[in-house]
């Protein structure tokens, strides 16, 4: 393989090494137990709380969710620009994730303050206050995605530090699926519940997001600057020449759909289908439980085999827990069991994706001598954003289609079988889609090379 030394002409900055202790690698993963407080609560029980207690249309409520994330995307991609252009003594990253801790808290909370002022002054402000969580979700959520690219370039370190994320923010999701609907009952089972339950994972947000600013540091640096200006033809040019980010755009965008389907749907499932919302926690807790047992012993694991083949084990046995339930669709002790499947493979998953990304983003260096963390960040978690905003969407507009009632107790046939295939047939098909985008995505064989190349101010001969 050819490799050309950088020109003299071009302003070379070195890449400082440090070792990463436990303290910033968990400041780090904190980030995404905040986020994942609100983000877990808006995939898994906001469809819930707008149709079940707001009263808002099934249909009209998956419109509005996959409206907003289109616009997301455009906002993501202002968002990475601005994270590339800054350069402040916190760094690229960490100030966005700082500047947005309060506004990201405070913003979630507002989604449940909907005020009783006739269905479309509902509409109109339930469209206002989730624009504006999904807007700053972004302003945080980028940022702090490119954080692990610049902590470290060592491959293995980013996959422990994608360890300690999904950790965290699997500890995140698991106590908004086990106590949300507790806490909503204690305060008052009604509208004044949520709002109060809203606050509290808000307050946390925000104070995780702080530590993770505060608590980690910026170390990678590109291997030379241009002295001019890269202009964005050139940053479409060498975007779509990526042939692996490109791979993990669309990996991202189908896991995502999966993951915001089925967690979407699982409380209409707990109450129509097992007749008892409350066996959500069960689930929840069966499906988070065994990630952190897969989490201490994955990194030996990675290291060995690699990330792709990693994922690929725990695709495979995240479809098995998917179609299990296929046996007996009323048998709580089977979705458990399944649930159980669905989280020791999801483990794998959850560790590996971002640190795909980040991979991507050397890759992309490496062929073009243009490093742009931001942009490729933001247009990467693009795939992210439509595949949350499709997967509520597809819920709601299913739902709707099959005649689903807004707070009714009792639904009709069309519509019981319509939450059994979401549970079932729509995360299934998507899961095979993922495996064989996992199969030809093969970055780990060169990665090695890229590495050395980078460190020695080479890049690819084009």
């Known amino acids: 393989m050819q490799v050309t030394k950088i020109k003299k002409e071009e302003s070379i900055v070195n890449?400082?090494?440090?070792?990463?202790?436990?303290?910033?690698?968990?400041?780090?993963?904190?980030?995404?137990?905040?986020?994942?407080?609100?983000?877990?609560?808006?995939?898994?029980?906001?469809?819930?709380?707008?149709?079940?207690?707001?009263?808002?249309?099934?249909?009209?409520?998956?419109?509005?969710?996959?409206?907003?994330?289109?616009?997301?995307?455009?906002?993501?991609?202002?968002?990475?620009?601005?994270?590339?252009?800054?350069?402040?003594?916190?760094?690229?990253?960490?100030?966005?994730?700082?500047?947005t801790a309060i506004p990201f808290g405070i913003s979630g909370f507002l989604m449940s303050t909907v005020p009783n002022i006739g269905y479309n002054g509902k509409v109109i402000y339930v469209i206002i206050t989730y624009v504006l969580v999904n807007i700053i979700f972004e302003a945080s959520n980028i940022p702090y995605g490119s954080l692990v690219s610049l902590i470290s370039r060592d491959s293995y370190e980013r996959s422990v530090l994608s360890i300690f994320r999904n950790f965290l923010s699997t500890i995140g999701s698991?106590?908004?699926?086990?106590?949300?609907l507790p806490l909503v009952a204690f305060f008052g089972d009604n509208q004044q519940g949520w709002i109060i339950t809203f606050g509290i994972y808000g307050f946390f947000t925000a104070l995780c997001l702080i530590v993770t600013s505060l608590g980690t540091k910026e170390r990678v640096?590109?291997?030379?600057?241009?002295?001019?200006?890269?202009?964005?033809?050139?940053?479409?040019k060498t975007i779509f020449e990526n042939k692996y980010w490109l791979m993990i755009f669309f990996y991202l965008l189908f896991y995502f759909v999966y993951l915001t389907a089925s967690s979407t749907i699982t409380v209409y499932y707990a109450e129509y289908i097992l007749h008892d919302k409350t066996t959500i926690s069960w689930i929840s807790l069966a499906q988070s439980l065994p990630v952190f047992a897969v989490l201490l012993v994955i990194s030996p694991v990675i290291k060995r085999i690699g990330k792709r083949n990693t994922a690929i084990i725990?695709?495979?046995?995240?479809?098995?827990?998917?179609?299990?339930?296929?046996?007996?669709?009323?048998?709580?002790?089977?979705?458990?069991?399944?649930?159980?499947?669905?989280?020791?493979?999801?483990?794998?998953?959850?560790?590996?994706?971002?640190?795909?990304?980040?991979?991507?983003?050397?890759?992309?260096?490496?062929?073009?001598?243009?490093?742009m963390e931001g942009i490729l960040f933001s247009a990467g978690t693009v795939g992210q954003t439509l595949g949350m905003g499709l997967g509520s969407a597809v819920v709601g507009w299913l739902l709707g289609a099959s005649g689903f009632i807004s707070g009714s107790s009792t639904q009709g046939l069309s519509v019981l079988n319509m939450i059994i295939l979401l549970f079932i047939a729509v995360p299934a098909v998507v899961m095979i889609i993922n495996l064989l985008i996992l199969w030809r995505f093969n970055l780990d064989k060169i990665y090695p090379q890229i590495v050395s190349d980078l460190s020695n101010k080479r890049y690819k001969e084009r």
């Open 15 to 99: 890449v400082d090494v440090e070792k990463i202790g436990f303290s910033e690698r968990f400041s780090f993963g904190l980030g995404d137990f905040g986020t994942n407080l609100m983000y877990a609560l808006m995939v898994t029980f906001l469809t819930y709380f707008y149709t079940d207690t707001v009263g808002i249309s099934a249909a009209l409520t998956g419109t509005i969710m996959f409206g907003v994330r289109i616009l997301d995307t455009i906002v993501g991609l202002i968002v990475g620009t601005l994270v590339d252009k800054t350069q402040s003594k916190m760094g690229k990253s960490r100030p966005w994730v700082f500047w």
């Open 174 to 180: 698991m106590l908004v699926g086990v106590i949300t």
């Open 314 to 371: 725990g695709s495979f046995i995240t479809l098995i827990g998917i179609l299990l339930p296929l046996l007996n669709t009323t048998n709580l002790s089977l979705i458990i069991f399944a649930s159980i499947l669905k989280g020791i493979g999801g483990a794998p998953l959850g560790a590996t994706m971002f640190a795909f990304l980040a991979d991507t983003i050397d890759y992309g260096e490496w062929i073009s001598r243009i490093r």
């Open 221 to 236: 640096k590109p291997v030379y600057v241009p002295k001019e200006k890269v202009r964005f033809k050139k940053v479409l």
